[in-house]
């Protein structure tokens, strides 16, 4: 599973030729969170308050490169790195 991009002790991730709908995988220490790309709503798992919101505010920033990784993501195409949170 391909890293897109790390900030903070936070690791994003993208699955190849994932199930909809659009999303990524945000990991911080032992915890783990699944995040819509555009409702930017968890799909699944949890994360530490304040982690949550670092990858939400990353992720309304990344919005459209998320989208376009997905869709290289859904090719078997290796995502392009996205800038960390800063």
């Known amino acids: 599973?391909?890293?897109?991009?790390?900030?903070?002790?936070i690791i994003i991730?993208?699955?190849?030729?994932?199930?909809?709908?659009?999303?990524f995988h945000?990991?911080?220490a032992e915890h783990r969170a699944v995040i819509n790309?555009?409702?930017l709503?968890?799909?699944d798992g949890k994360l530490?308050?304040?982690a949550l919101e670092l990858v939400l505010d990353w992720a309304e920033l990344h919005q459209d490169e998320l989208l376009l990784d997905w869709g290289l993501?859904?090719?078997?195409?290796?995502p392009a790195d996205i800038d960390p949170l800063r």
């Not at 599973?1 to 002790?9: C, D, T």
């Not at 993501?73 to 290796?78: A, G, P, S």
């Open 26 to 28: 945000a990991e911080y």
């Open 1 to 9: 599973m391909p890293i897109i991009s790390r900030f903070f002790g």
């Open 48 to 50: 530490p308050r304040r």
């Open 73 to 78: 993501c859904q090719q078997h195409q290796q």
């Open 41 to 43: 709503e968890v799909i």
């Open 13 to 23: 991730r993208m699955f190849f030729n994932e199930h909809a709908p659009p999303h």
């Open 37 to 39: 790309i555009r409702t």
